[in-house]
């Protein structure tokens, strides 16, 4: 069993605060993905569970027991970095040992779990090879199996795959998949790589300026964000966010595109949340892949914009809309025949459009 729970935790380097009052719980077993640009504040959030740096504020437990004082070898947690960390004078399988080995594990479990991690690892053909002669990619396989065999019961990974090439990264992330499920460890793991965290993760925690912006199931933080930044940090191409005013009232609510034109609101569930409103000033965001293109004559709530560009991307073709001084990316499956040039509507997709207040950035309404 390894939970952690994390309350008010902070760090401060001098002025700098890193992790600012972070309250999170991660269940025993969990794979939760720690995600955001570079510097809000996640390794150092994992250093503090690795207890690598000391809290200047707040608690870590770890199934209920208070962390504070047990130092960094006593947590029974494992860590793997971005740069491996592996000892190059000696082979793959003294590597694989060296962890049991000073734990005092029995020899005949040492040469059972090493053979039980070369075979998940597919690191069979390279046990007797010195890592010095070992590519990139098989390096930071010895790096995580390494640490997986000793069977933490918290395993912390920081961006491990990010030094990896693309086919090898996507390889590698069904084979963390298959470790959990082999090992049953609570796992918390670093990444500013979003689809990284979709795909991994049963939870994700989206961190920004040392402040965690949301916590949820990757499908909650995609389809409900709760601010403007997690909205635009998940998603490839980004959430359209245009900047309008909230016109009308109960009954009959619409948007007001300044030069780029006016569209009623004919969506219930947003028209419900357009009541919660603080103020007119709104940031109105739809998805690229859930926008409908209608021909420009056709009455469905949206904007009248001109098609600009055309990506034609493979399994899918992006295209890029514009009116007055707003822009629009719509995604579509496969190839889709649109010409630069054409005036088509981008209609509002009903139940998957977004309002969030234009001075917080918080979604309206999201209950
Ligand atoms: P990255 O992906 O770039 O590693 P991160 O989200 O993991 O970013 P942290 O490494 O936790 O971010 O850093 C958060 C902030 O704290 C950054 O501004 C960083 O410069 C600062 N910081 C981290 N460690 C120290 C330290 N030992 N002394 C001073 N400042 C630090």
């Given at each position: ?345 981008a209609a509002f997709p009903k139940g998957r459009c977004h309002i969030f207040d234009a001075e917080s950035g ?6």
């Open positions: 069993m390894a939970s952690i729970e994390m309350t008010g935790l902070t760090k401060n380097f001098g002025e700098l605060t890193a992790v600012n009052d972070l309250n999170l719980k991660i269940r025993d077993k969990e794979f939760v993905a720690l995600l955001g640009p570079s510097g809000c504040g996640k390794t150092t959030t994992m250093n503090m569970i690795a207890g690598i740096e000391m809290p200047s504020a707040g608690s870590i437990l770890f199934d209920g027991r208070d962390m504070r004082t047990t130092p960094a070898n006593k947590r029974d947690v494992g860590f793997v970095f971005q740069n491996y960390a592996i000892f190059t004078h000696m082979t793959v399988r003294k590597n694989l040992e060296f962890g049991l080995r000073v734990r005092g594990v029995e020899k005949s479990e040492i040469q059972r779990r090493v053979q039980n991690m070369a075979d998940l690892m597919r690191l069979n053909d390279r046990l007797d090879w010195r890592t010095a002669k070992l590519s990139v990619n098989e390096l930071q396989k010895v790096a995580i199996g390494r640490s997986a065999v000793t069977e933490p019961e918290i395993f912390l990974l920081d961006e491990p795959l990010s030094n990896l090439d693309a086919a090898f990264r996507a390889f590698m992330r069904t084979e963390l998949k298959h470790l959990q499920h082999e090992f049953q460890q609570t796992m918390v793991y670093v990444t500013h790589d979003q689809i990284e965290a979709m795909s991994l993760a049963d939870r994700i925690a989206v961190m920004d300026l040392g402040l965690l912006q949301q916590y949820g199931t990757p499908n909650e933080v995609y389809n409900k964000p709760r601010n403007i930044f997690v909205a635009n940090f998940m998603g490839s191409p980004s959430m359209n966010l245009l900047p309008c005013r909230l016109t009308g009232g109960d009954g009959a609510w619409g948007l007001d595109f300044g030069n780029a034109g006016t569209s009623a609101i004919e969506d219930g569930e947003l028209a419900r949340r357009c009541k919660s409103a603080a103020a007119a000033e709104i940031v109105f965001g739809m998805r690229p892949e859930d926008i409908d293109i209608q021909p420009s004559e056709v009455g469905h709530p949206g904007l009248n914009m001109e098609v600009t560009f055309v990506e034609p991307i493979g399994p899918r073709t992006v295209i890029h809309l514009a009116a007055g001084d707003h822009q629009v990316k719509v995604a579509k499956d496969k190839q889709y025949p649109i010409e630069i040039g054409a005036t088509v509507k918080v979604a309206i309404g999201l209950e």
